[in-house]
């Protein structure tokens, strides 16, 4: 069971209040009390014993509501598998363009900061693949920069065209929206003939390396 001095301290800290303050709370006219209350030298009569307890358990209610609330709403987030130490993988030399071998080594935080980027690949095809991606990517979002103008998606036009795949004829196609967003790789369009355009320019690219 708390103590006197225990359920005070509680109740000050939690409502950031003084001696003085305490005082006026519980109906005690001088501090003296108080602190005499602390030290263990007086107890408080039954009233302001019971207007102390009420204080102090609502304190350990509302910390408690908290506490179930924090937890609520915790979310846990999924945290990155590292491989073994001397495990192969590859990565893109960015020097030379050749695909190159590396082994795992926690020890060494290039290389587990390069595996956290997402540079360090399980087999030398997913390495190749990801190289095709970024090099297309790249060519795609320059060219659509060139030809929007300066257009961004978040202006407000009444359109914005962007591009799709139909797997029933196994082409791509145009589509438009208002407002919603996708989440895509391909960048958007402030007209249809410019992302018929940019079918006619990077289709056959895109369905061979981003399909």
Request: hydrophobic share 35%.
């Amino acid at each position: 069971m708390e103590t006197v001095a225990e359920m005070m301290k509680v109740v000050k800290e939690y409502y950031n209040l003084n001696d003085t303050l305490l005082a006026v709370e519980l109906g005690v006219k001088s501090t003296g009390n108080i602190t005499q209350w602390r030290k263990g030298e007086t107890k408080p009569n039954k009233d302001r014993y019971i207007k102390l307890k009420a204080l102090y358990e609502k304190v350990m209610s509302l910390k408690e509501d908290q506490k179930e609330e924090t937890q609520v709403n915790v979310k846990e987030r999924y945290e990155l598998k590292y491989p073994e130490n001397g495990t192969l993988l590859f990565y893109n030399d960015i020097t030379t363009g050749a695909i190159r071998e590396i082994l795992y080594d926690a020890d060494k935080m290039d290389i587990v900061n390069a595996y956290s980027f997402g540079m360090l690949y399980k087999s030398r095809e997913e390495a190749i693949q990801k190289r095709l991606e970024f090099l297309l990517l790249k060519r795609i979002n320059d060219w659509a920069e060139e030809h929007n103008e300066g257009w961004t998606f978040h202006e407000n036009n009444t359109f914005s065209f962007y591009v799709i795949y139909k797997n029933s004829d196994k082409k791509l196609d145009v589509s438009w929206c208002s407002s919603i967003q996708s989440f895509i790789k391909l960048p958007y369009f402030k007209s249809r003939e410019i992302a018929e355009q940019f079918i006619e320019e990077f289709g056959e690219e895109i369905k061979e390396v981003l399909l």
